[in-house]
């Protein structure tokens, strides 16, 4: 099983530019979920998934949009991107809200 | 939002050393976690500790649910090469999202 996929592994975008970061996992897990990791403060959650067609918004969403259309995918998409958003982000699914968290291996995203 | 204190913030440590870090809240909490994030990788989940005064180990490390609820320790016996990286206390809110705290940066002097 691949797990948790992330998409791109690096990226590099100038301020105002447009990026969707893809996350997949095969396995089958309800709950998904987008992370920001910036030096010193942990991970703080952006947006959260507990299945297809429902999302809610984490500690910091401003500035991201999310969907889920499947169980499988929950892409993080940057609409003008700034950048304070530069960070490594981090996909994570679980079972179930709650439930052991499976991570994917990130993005690296610069903004200039 | 609430916030967890790990400390410290980062280890410099002989090979075959032990380590010990720590996690705490001003909150009690019925669930404390621990990850290891290698480097350029995702955090994977260590160990999970479900009651107070739980003291659970996985292989080298052994991990405490503090008996006041409000924090929670890690500890790593003998360390070696490949135990380097971040390590992350995490818990649990009522609403079952995870509260982190910001890491602990573990380094193996050559």
């Known amino acids: 099983n691949a797990g948790v996929t992330q998409t791109p592994k690096f990226q590099v975008l100038k301020t105002g530019q447009s990026m969707t970061l893809q996350c997949a996992q095969d396995m089958n897990h309800e709950y998904m979920s987008w992370y920001r990791q910036d030096p010193g403060m942990g991970l703080r959650l952006i947006h959260y998934s507990v299945g297809a067609g429902i999302t809610d918004q984490g500690e910091v969403p401003n500035g991201y949009n999310v969907s889920r259309s499947t169980t499988e995918d929950f892409p993080l998409r940057l609409l003008s991107a700034a950048p304070s958003q530069t960070s490594v982000y981090f996909c994570?699914?679980?079972?179930?809200?709650?439930?052991?968290?499976?991570f994917g291996s990130g993005t690296q995203l610069s903004v200039l | 939002g609430q916030q967890l204190n790990q400390s410290p913030q980062s280890m410099f440590i002989q090979e075959g050393e032990d380590v010990s870090m720590n996690c705490t809240s001003s909150?009690?909490?019925?669930?404390w976690l621990w990850y290891k994030q290698d480097p350029g990788e995702g955090p994977v989940l260590l160990i999970a500790?479900?009651?107070a005064g739980e003291l659970t180990s996985n292989g080298r490390l052994t991990a405490q649910f503090g008996i006041t609820r409000k924090d929670s320790f890690l500890n790593i016996s003998a360390s070696i090469p490949s135990d380097v990286g971040i390590y992350f206390c995490a818990t649990m809110d009522s609403n079952y999202q995870l509260i982190w705290g910001a890491g602990t940066k573990l380094i193996i002097k050559p």
């Open positions: 994570a699914s679980s079972y179930s809200r709650g439930g052991k968290l499976f």
């Open positions: 909150s009690i909490f019925n669930t």
């Open positions: 500790l479900y009651k």
